[in-house]
């Protein structure tokens, strides 16, 4: 039995260095999504950006994890990637400082998404968890922020 029953028992520091607790989540509907600047699926941000606008105001957020885990795409610091992300692709979905997402010092909470939905293979592997910060679905890198499969999962969440 893994310790965590959702998303929502976990507190990781923002892009910024603060403490920011999944717990403020509480109600909607969360997409995270581990993020690379230096990856083919790079341009990914622009979709994940516009799937922010569209639905933010509906209950959905998209937290965004750097991590260095894939062929060293995301070298990057905390303030580099912050700079990347606002100045190159608009990002205002909530980003977190860089973690790892596989191997011996995974962070605990892709412990616990990967208990529950298997292991990440690249970036831009996003988890949807609902309302109540279980997970409900994992989407492999492929899987752009505007295809039907996920829209249709996003939206069966927020109803």
Not at 2 to 24: M, V
Not at 66 to 74: M, Y
Not at 110 to 138: I, P, R
Request: aromatic content about 12%; proline content about 5%.
């Amino acid at each position: 039995m893994f310790a965590a029953s959702s998303i929502h028992e976990f507190t990781l520091n923002s892009i910024d260095g603060k403490a920011a607790p999944l717990a403020s989540y509480k109600g909607k509907v969360v997409l995270l999504v581990n993020v690379a600047s230096r990856c083919g699926y790079t341009p990914q941000y622009t979709g994940l950006e516009a799937l922010y606008e569209k639905y933010k105001d509906k209950g959905l957020v998209i937290l965004g994890f750097p991590a260095n885990n894939f062929g060293s795409q995301e070298p990057g610091t905390n303030e580099e990637i912050k700079t990347f992300c606002s100045s190159k692709y608009n990002v205002t979905f909530p980003m977190y400082s860089k973690i790892s997402v596989k191997g011996d010092d995974k962070a605990p909470l892709y412990q616990y998404l990967t208990h529950e939905k298997g292991e990440v293979k690249w970036n831009f592997t996003k988890f949807l968890a609902g309302k109540d910060g279980k997970v409900v679905q994992k989407f492999d890198s492929a899987v752009t922020p505007d295809s039907p499969e996920l829209l249709k999962a996003i939206e069966g969440l927020l109803k």
